[in-house]
């Protein structure tokens, strides 16, 4: 039973154009959110988190909306770089549940030149 | 400041056979996490380790198993290792539990 799903498993940009990364969850315990990015043969980074609490955060070219309502999650990046082109997970964890990260499946993302 | 540093980076291995794979974490963080990483099941959740004991645990067999020793640098050990245990293994560091996760190269390993 997937907790976290990213239900697409690749979106093609422009560059300069928003990237728009979506995350669907099923457990409403989870408290907070987080982004990550993975280029080939390097472990994940650490990109953004959003808490439960709040339903927007920003940080540069990338904002995380949070709709709690529709147990959804989304990743904006304004304007999309080809640099930007990797691998972008969503991941949720529990109240009190130390590093253990519940992901989804992941998003290759393209940014055309 | 050196990141998460895994060994080796890549490991063959044949059924039944076990391995043992090991990770510095960044200098300073008392967290180590380990995730695994395959094609079908994505990022999954071994367990996770602070001040040498272990804090959580996913859902895997006893097979898996993990250890943390006083300077922080920790390892994992797979016995009787099977075919789907082919998989990128994750280590991830953080200063304190529930904080950001710095995550390694991984360990790649194979089992024929």
């Known amino acids: 039973d997937q907790q976290v799903k990213q239900n697409s498993p690749s979106l093609s940009v422009q560059e300069g154009r928003i990237s728009i990364l979506n995350c669907d969850y099923t457990n409403s315990m989870f408290d907070y959110f987080l982004w990550y990015k993975k280029y080939p043969a390097e472990g994940p980074t650490f990109l953004i988190s959003?808490?439960?609490?709040?339903d927007k955060n920003e940080d540069g070219r990338f904002t995380v909306f949070l709709n709690k309502s529709a147990k959804h999650l989304s990743l904006h990046i304004v304007p999309s770089q080809p640099g930007d082109s990797a691998v972008y997970f969503c991941?949720?964890?529990?109240?009190?549940?130390?590093?253990?990260?519940?992901f989804g499946g992941g998003t290759r993302l393209m940014v055309k030149p | 400041k050196a990141g998460v540093t895994q060994t080796p980076r890549y490991l063959i291995k044949t059924r039944g056979q076990q391995v043992t794979l090991s990770c510095s974490p960044i200098?300073?963080?008392?967290?180590v996490s380990w995730y695994q990483q395959t094609p079908g099941q994505g990022l999954q959740f071994l367990f996770e380790?602070?001040?040498?004991?272990?804090?959580n645990k996913g859902n895997f067999p006893g097979r898996f198993s993990g250890r943390q020793f006083s300077n922080s640098r920790s390892e994992m050990n797979v016995s009787t290792l099977e075919l789907g245990d082919s998989a990128l293994y994750l280590c991830?560091?953080?200063?304190?539990?529930?904080?950001?996760?710095?995550f390694g190269s991984g360990t790649q390993l194979s089992v024929l």
């Open positions: 959003i808490s439960s609490i709040k």
């Open positions: 991941a949720a964890r529990f109240n009190n549940a130390g590093n253990m990260l519940t």
């Open positions: 991830a560091s953080s200063r304190d539990s529930n904080e950001k996760l710095f």
């Open positions: 380790y602070f001040s040498e004991t272990q804090r």
């Open positions: 200098s300073g963080h008392r967290s």
